[in-house]
């Protein structure tokens, strides 16, 4: 995130070169040259003990983003922030300490803080107990050499090995072979070793707080019909449509709430299908809510809350403009699906698919909405195959389009049966015995019929005592 | 201009594209030679309210649509045929066998079945919609019709035969009576002169 600019060696100073001009070298001062640069950044290390909660971490992050702007968490326990910049505004290191001190105890949670150069060199700093303030590249070494090893929170195994070669502290362990230590002990260590001492840049992602949208609007008289509330909300959601797209965020849940004088606030509370960012579409659907509400009492003031955006990628746009060759075809099914479910209820949407099964009423179930989105034209050349290839499977039987919850028993005449008037059988019979071997069999002679006014019928005889004619379904 | 030989010749070039021909779309055709001839498109329209009166459900109306919303739900960039309040569910294996992809086929329940229409004919989500509505009022159907213009959808309307008397703003209304095998229809109003009756038997291969 943040590159950090190392300086291989002290530059050469420009001051020297220019007075050195037709003097002799050898009598000029050295001194300025050697002095070391200044540090680029200060780090405090924030190490809370005993502390397991992301939850509170990340609330604390918030916290102390007065600090700095740049914060990174370490789970479970630590807190890295940059403060090069704001110890002017805090009174130096020992104002930003107390002041930070303070933000932790407001969450049970007594720090350790220590401040280095580096961030791991901060961290490892109050892991091991030690309020350490190195404001200085070249103490960091020196001091950071007797902190005992278990601070960097290596494996276990390592700092066993480690300590029967008699190295307990990171002094000890700055001290051995680069090379030999990286053939014994790993190159993630070295790594980690070079973070502590500078060699190498430690990037830390930083921490983002979590954004949420609330936007309130005092209305300037009270308000009891819907359409004007409706109005009165959409530079609300225009609001929220903006804010989502400038974040690149959509919602999947939000809340709508509208304040009487007297009396508590009512709360509507919408749940999208699938994350949206379009402004529009909420504001439309908010209204089908609104429209099956009944308001307590006049509205004067409206809010609207949107917690936790998810992060959302726009769809691409298309050339075509909506259902015209199957473009946005996805976007409009959802939004049709969405808003049909909003007024007739959560189950008002069904698909249909086929099911094994050898009963005719158990060869189909209702399923959810259809897949959104035109399917791309190699699956759908592989479901056109797969129809026929089912179709080439099925044999025609003689089924009718539609067909009835329950068979429906007949009335019966001279053993005839009747709806009207007399039934005509005008098919062969179609027995179907099946289902015997899980209770739940049945013995049916079917056959099609037509009633006195032409329409053709699915009917069928039970087979068992006493023998009773049934309707289940209509040719259409 | 228009009479001059040479600029007609000229016109009949094949590289030559007019606005016009672009306008003249055909319609949907029905699965049935002597529909598609007996019907103003030669077929179903694509976009707009049609009409299919019937004197009882279940009297071969689906039948007659069926080869055509078979052809809609295969089309490559298909989109939803969706069912708005059906009497009764629809058959999903005599569907499929019919050559319905299943996957394209939404039922939409519920109390309110005139607002469903609308919704579902104006979202643009559709390539043919079927209703079933009781009484609707002419301008209620007038509405439906402008939802279907604005969804580039065909909707089918399913109304008893005493509506044949209202006026009504479908582009296409046609009258449906049973046959032993077939139906008999009657064009009650659309962009032909056409009145007289058509006996539309069923193919031989069908399982009815």
């Known amino acids: ?476 | 201009m228009a009479g001059d030989p040479h600029l007609a010749r000229l016109l009949e070039h094949p590289a030559i594209w007019r606005g016009r021909s672009a306008t003249q779309r055909p319609g949907l055709s029905t699965g049935f030679a002597a529909l598609d001839e007996y019907l103003p498109d030669k077929g179903w329209p694509r976009t707009g309210l049609i009409e299919i009166l019937v004197s009882r459900f279940g009297s071969g109306e689906l039948s007659v649509l069926l080869p055509a919303l078979a052809a809609l739900t295969r089309a490559a960039a298909a989109r939803w045929c969706v069912w708005v309040a059906p009497p009764l569910m629809p058959f999903a294996p005599a569907l499929a066998s019919r050559g319905i992809v299943l996957d394209r086929i939404a039922v939409v329940g519920g109390a309110r079945p005139l607002w469903a229409f609308e919704q579902t004919l104006g979202s643009g989500a559709c390539d043919a919609v079927l209703g079933w509505a009781r009484q609707p009022k002419a301008r209620e159907i007038r509405r439906l019709q402008l939802a279907a213009e604005r969804g580039r959808t065909l909707g089918v309307l399913f109304r008893p035969r005493s509506a044949a008397r209202e006026a009504s703003a479908a582009v296409l209304r046609l009258r449906l009576e049973p046959l032993a095998v077939g139906v008999r229809l009657t064009l009650l109003k659309g962009r032909s002169a056409r009145r007289d009756r058509l006996d539309l038997p069923w193919p031989a291969d069908w399982p009815v």
């Not at chain 1, 993630?188 to 949420?212: I, K, N, S, W, Y």
């Not at chain 1, 109005?231 to 959601?237: K, N, V």
């Not at chain 1, 069928?460 to 289940?472: D, I, K, Q, V």
């Open chain 1, 1 to 476: 995130m943040h590159p950090r600019f190392i300086p291989a060696a002290a530059p050469p100073a420009p001051s020297a070169d220019r007075e050195s001009v037709g003097a002799p070298l050898r009598n000029i001062p050295r001194a300025p040259v050697l002095a070391l640069p200044p540090i680029l950044e200060l780090w405090a290390g924030v190490h809370l003990p005993g502390f397991d909660s992301a939850e509170k971490l990340e609330l604390l992050a918030t916290r102390a983003q007065q600090f700095t702007p740049r914060v990174s968490l370490v789970p479970p326990d630590g807190l890295l922030l940059e403060v090069k910049g704001s110890l002017h505004l805090f009174a130096g290191v020992a104002g930003l300490r107390a002041e930070l001190t303070g933000e932790c105890r407001r969450f049970q949670a007594p720090p350790v803080l220590a401040f280095a150069p580096t961030p791991l060199a901060a961290l490892t700093a109050a892991r091991a107990g030690r309020p350490l303030e190195i404001t200085a590249a070249g103490q960091l070494i020196g001091q950071l050499a007797p902190l005992p090893l278990t601070a960097l929170r290596w494996p276990e195994e390592t700092l066993a090995r480690l300590a029967r070669l008699g190295i307990r502290t990171i002094g000890a362990v700055l001290r051995l072979p680069r090379a030999g230590f990286a053939r014994r002990f790993g190159v993630t260590q070295l790594a980690m070793l070079d973070q502590l001492t500078g060699r190498t840049p430690d990037v830390r992602p930083a921490f983002h707080a979590r954004e949420r949208f609330r936007r309130r609007r005092d209305l300037g008289c009270e308000l009891t019909d819907h359409g004007r509330l409706l109005t009165a909300l959409a530079p609300l959601f225009t609001a929220l449509g903006a804010f989502l797209a400038a974040r690149q965020c959509a919602v999947v849940e939000l809340e709508c709430l509208l304040v009487h004088r007297q009396r508590p606030v009512t709360r509507c509370r919408l749940s999208l299908a699938s994350p949206c960012a379009d402004g529009q579409r909420i504001a439309a659907l908010c209204g089908e809510y609104l429209n099956a509400m009944r308001l307590p009492a006049p509205v004067r003031a409206c809010e609207l809350l949107a917690e936790v955006p998810v992060p959302h990628v726009p769809d691409s746009r298309c050339l075509w403009q909506p259902g015209e060759q199957g473009g946005e075809e996805a976007a409009v099914s959802g939004a049709l699906v969405e808003r049909l479910r909003a007024r007739l209820g959560p189950d008002a949407v069904h698909g249909l698919t086929l099911r094994e099964g050898h009963r005719p009423e158990s060869t189909w179930a209702l399923s959810g909405p259809p897949p959104a989105g035109s399917l791309s034209g190699r699956t759908r050349h592989a479901a056109a195959a797969a129809a026929c290839s089912t179709n080439a499977q099925w044999p025609v039987f003689r089924r009718p389009l539609w067909i009835l919850p329950a068979p429906r028993p007949l009335p019966l005449r001279d053993g005839w049966p009747c709806r009207g008037g007399p039934l005509r059988l005008v098919s062969e019979v179609e027995r179907i015995e099946t289902g015997w071997w899980d209770g739940a069999g049945i013995a049916r002679d079917y056959y099609s019929a037509t009633d006195i006014h032409g329409v053709r019928l699915w009917v069928f005889r039970e087979r068992a005592a006493p023998h009773g004619w049934f309707l289940h379904g209509v040719f259409g």
